[in-house]
């Protein structure tokens, strides 16, 4: 099972920031946050990982909180095509395996 | 740009026959691949971990003599559905996971739609 919890759906306007929210509170101490997207019928798109501290890509920023339980993927200036499905995925430790969650669609408004 | 791929993107095929379907890392070596599948309003579900140069491993409920795993170089993982039906109509995705300097990434393909008619 995943061990992610995340909204079912959000919206968000063109040209602000999207917040998408993850809850990982079973989380380890040597587990990884992998964010990913999917657009319609198209494999799912790498974003971004952390461990426990803040990262920043050119796609995104992932903002983990000191207690790792939670975590919010923030997409600075959203655009019509970052309208997808986002996945917050917990890496099995050792494996390497991602087990995905229902994860939030996002629809970004004009 | 890509840099995991996957051939046939789309392929049709008659109830009985088996379908191949290829996925390469472009630009690094994987000793680990993973296929999933995904059925419509679905998420991805994981099938199997391919490893390079030894058998692969299935996760519960995937039936391993019907969905064949070969990952015989460092770049290449096939998945042969044997005997296909409709039911195993469904889009099919790899990955690959790319080694990093601290943490490595894994990195999809663009998906192989399978019709089953």
């Known amino acids: 099972d995943a061990k992610t919890t995340q909204p079912t759906s959000m919206d968000c306007a063109e040209g602000r920031a999207a917040n998408l929210p993850c809850n990982h509170s079973t989380i380890s101490g040597n587990e990884y946050v992998y964010w990913y997207r999917q657009i319609h019928s198209q494999g799912p798109q790498y974003i971004i990982h952390?461990?426990?501290n803040n990262e920043t890509n050119e796609m995104a920023s992932l903002i983990i909180t000191e207690d790792r339980k939670s975590s919010t993927l923030i997409l600075p200036h959203a655009t019509l095509r970052d309208t997808a499905v986002y996945y917050c995925i917990v890496r099995v430790g050792g494996t390497g395996k991602l087990i995905f969650g229902q994860g939030t669609t996002l629809q970004v408004k004009p | 740009g890509a840099v995991v791929s996957q051939h046939p993107s789309r392929v049709i095929c008659k109830s009985g026959t088996s379908v191949k379907i290829e996925c390469r890392s472009l630009d690094f070596q994987a000793t680990t691949m993973f296929w999933y599948r995904q059925f419509p309003k679905q998420s991805l579900m994981l099938m199997a971990t391919?490893?390079?140069?030894?058998?692969?491993?299935?996760e519960q409920g995937v039936e391993k003599d019907k969905f064949l795993i070969n990952h015989a170089s460092l770049t290449l993982s096939t998945l042969t559905v044997t005997s296909a039906h409709p039911e195993d109509s469904s889009f099919y995705i790899c990955?690959?996971?790319?080694?990093?300097?601290?943490?490595?990434?894994?990195?999809f393909g663009p998906g192989t739609r399978l019709t089953v008619l």
């Open positions: 990955s690959a996971i790319r080694p990093g300097f601290y943490t490595d990434t894994q990195y």
């Open positions: 952390g461990l426990k």
């Open positions: 391919s490893n390079e140069g030894s058998k692969a491993t299935y």
